[in-house]
C-alpha cells in the first residue's frame, strides 16, 4: 500500500508542477524513448543477475504491495510457539519435542500458530537448531557460532534482490542519456527541417533523460530501499529465535528465555512484556 501511495506522490508532483508550469503533458508522452530506456534496463539487469536472484526479485514485488507481515500479532505468536516448546521440553524432556520437530505441520502446537507456519523458512530454522539442540553433542556457544554463520549468508541472501534492483537504479540515468542522444541524432538528421519540427525533435530528446532520472530517483531507487528493509525485517525474525533458542539452551526458563527474543526485535513491532505473558497465558 506504501508504494502505491508514494508512486502517486511523486507521479502527481511532479506531473502537478510541470503542468501548473504551463507544461504540455502529453509532450511528456515518449512511448519509445521507454522502449529505450526500460528495455536497455532489463537487459542489463538480466545480463548481471544469476537466475536465482532474478527469481527473487520477482517474488519480492508483491512483498512491496502486501508487506512482509511480520508485525506485533505475528511476533507474539512466534514467541508462543517458543514458549511452547520450551515448556514442553521443560515438563517432558528434549525428546519429547522429536515427533513436532520432525513433521511440524502435522504438529499441533505448530498448528497453532498459522501465522507462523506459513513461513517455512522460519519453521525449518527453527526446527533444524531444536533438532540439534535435542542431540545434546553441542555447546550453546558452539551452536551460537553456526547460527551466526548462517544468518550472515541468510543475510546476504536476502539482500540480493535489493542489491540487484538498486544497480538498475544507478543506471537508469545513464539508460536516460542514451535515449536522449539517440533522439539528437533523429533531430540532426533534419537539422534543414523547420524550426518548430526541430524544437519536437529536441523535447523528445531531453524527455529521454528526464525519464531516467525520473525512474531512478521517484521509482525503482525507492524500491531497492524498500526490498532492502523488508530483508532486514526477516533476518529480524530469524535472530529472535536464535537469541531464545540460546538462552533456553543456557538453562533458563521458558518465560525468561523468549524475553531475550523479545529484545531483539524493532520496537515499533515488540510486544510489551506484559502483551506477550498475557497472550501466552491465553493460549
Given amino acids: 500500500m506504501l508504494l502505491i501511495v508514494g508512486s502517486l506522490i511523486v507521479l502527481v508532483s511532479v506531473g502537478g508542477g510541470y503542468v501548473l508550469s504551463h ?54 505468536d512466534l514467541l508462543s510457539l517458543q514458549y ?18 520432525e513433521e511440524p505441520e502435522q504438529s499441533p502446537i505448530f498448528a497453532g500458530y498459522p501465522a507462523v ?9 527453527l526446527c533444524d537448531y531444536m533438532r540439534l539442540i535435542s542431540s545434546g553433542n553441542m555447546q550453546a556457544h558452539e551452536l551460537e557460532s553456526l547460527m551466526d554463520a548462517e544468518l550472515e549468508t541468510l543475510q546476504h541472501e536476502l539482500e540480493e534482490p535489493a542489491h540487484a534492483v538498486t544497480s538498475v537504479a544507478d543506471a537508469l ?9 539517440l533522439g539528437i541524432t533523429i533531430t540532426m538528421r533534419d537539422i534543414a527541417a523547420p524550426p518548430e519540427v526541430l524544437g519536437l525533435h529536441i523535447a ?17 531507487g525507492p524500491m531497492g530501499i524498500a526490498m532492502k528493509n523488508e530483508a532486514h525485517e526477516k533476518i529480524k ?18 518465560q525468561m528465555s523468549v524475553e531475550f527474543g523479545r529484545k ?20
Avoid at 504540455?24 to 543477475?49: D, H, K, R, T
Avoid at 521443560?90 to 522429536?98: L, P, S
Avoid at 540515468?173 to 542522444?181: L, R, S, T, W
Wanted: aromatic content about 12%.
Fill in 84 to 101: 511452547d516448546l520450551f515448556t514442553k521440553i521443560r515438563k517432558e524432556g528434549v525428546i519429547a519435542i522429536e515427533e513436532d520437530i
Fill in 23 to 76: 507544461g504540455y503533458l502529453p509532450m511528456l508522452w515518449q512511448p519509445f524513448e521507454m522502449i529505450i530506456i526500460c528495455g536497455a534496463a532489463l537487459g542489463g539487469f538480466i545480463i548481471s543477475n544469476n537466475k536465482h536472484t532474478l527469481v527473487e526479485v520477482f517474488k519480492s514485488l508483491p512483498g512491496l504491495l502486501t508487506g512482509t507481515g511480520f508485525n506485533r500479532a505475528f511476533y507474539l
Fill in 264 to 283: 531483539m526485535l524493532f520496537t515499533s513491532v515488540r510486544p510489551s512484556f506484559n502483551e506477550l505473558e498475557e497472550h501466552v497465558r491465553s493460549r
Fill in 117 to 125: 507456519t506459513k513461513h517455512t523458512e522460519l519453521v525449518e530454522f
Fill in 204 to 220: 523528445a530528446a531531453l524527455v529521454g533523460t528526464f525519464l531516467g532520472i525520473l525512474l531512478s530517483y521517484g521509482f525503482v
Fill in 173 to 181: 540515468p545513464g539508460f536516460g542519456i542514451v535515449a536522449a542522444v
Fill in 237 to 254: 525474525a530469524f535472530e529472535c529465535i536464535k537469541a531464545a533458542l540460546i538462552a533456553n539452551m543456557n538453562g533458563l526458563a521458558p
